[in-house]
């Protein structure tokens, strides 16, 4: 509770525009299909939200795109939101769910678009541990990958237990993310190929997704 206080105040939220994406997410496959076979855990077609936001912890004003979709453990789903905001010219990317407890900052995950490999990355979890988070460049490069694309799923790699999967319809990120890549300077961001893969070999030997 106290981090989203001091994150967007949801009350004081304005409603800027939505952006509808008609293409829903192609169906899972592979070893995660398993895992999301629940015909409730598919995202509806993506809607970008944007909202003008406060940081309550330094008192400025920022543009947030906010995107719904579905996180799942153990057959069991649940709403998930994923959050880019703008504040002071620093760009952080914010996955959060109900129930998700990280016990250390870095956080090992994979994650695929479009139904293609699951690929490793390192996020960062937030500051109360219930949530993940990429900033800064990591955070602009991998939004970014998301143009063009329909579907985001990102797992935690957790060996030795079930993942946790999160899914996300992405259609439109160029639309619903173009005013927070304006407001800050997205053009002289990093590479797309450096979207956030600072671990190499995070899923071996457990990880077996394509």
């Known amino acids: ?17 939505v952006v509808p994406a008609s293409a829903a997410p192609p169906e899972p496959d592979g070893e995660i299909a398993d895992v999301t076979s ?19 912890a330094s008192g400025t004003n920022g543009p947030a795109a906010v995107l719904f979709g579905v996180a799942q453990e153990r057959g069991r789903s649940r709403q998930a939101s994923l959050r880019v905001d703008c504040f002071d010219g620093r760009t952080t990317l914010h996955i959060d769910t109900v129930g998700l407890r990280l016990g250390s900052s ?47 799923r990102l797992a935690l790699v957790r060996p030795l237990s079930v993942p946790f999967l999160f899914s996300f319809a992405v259609s439109g990120a160029e639309q619903g993310l173009g005013t927070i890549a304006e407001r800050c300077h997205w053009s002289g961001g990093p590479a797309i190929s450096d979207a956030g893969r600072e671990v190499k070999d995070t899923c071996s030997p457990f990880c077996r997704w394509p």
């Open 1 to 17: 509770m106290q981090r989203h206080q001091q994150i967007v105040s949801a009350a004081a939220a304005l409603l800027f525009w």
């Open 38 to 56: 629940d015909a409730n855990s598919v995202p509806a077609p993506a809607t970008w939200i944007l909202i003008d936001a406060r940081n309550h």
């Open 106 to 152: 870095a956080v090992a995950v994979t994650y695929s678009l479009d139904g293609g490999p699951f690929l490793p990355a390192s996020w960062q979890a937030s500051a109360d541990g219930s949530g993940l988070e990429l900033s800064s460049d990591r955070a602009i490069a991998f939004l970014t990958e998301l143009y063009g694309k329909t579907e985001l």
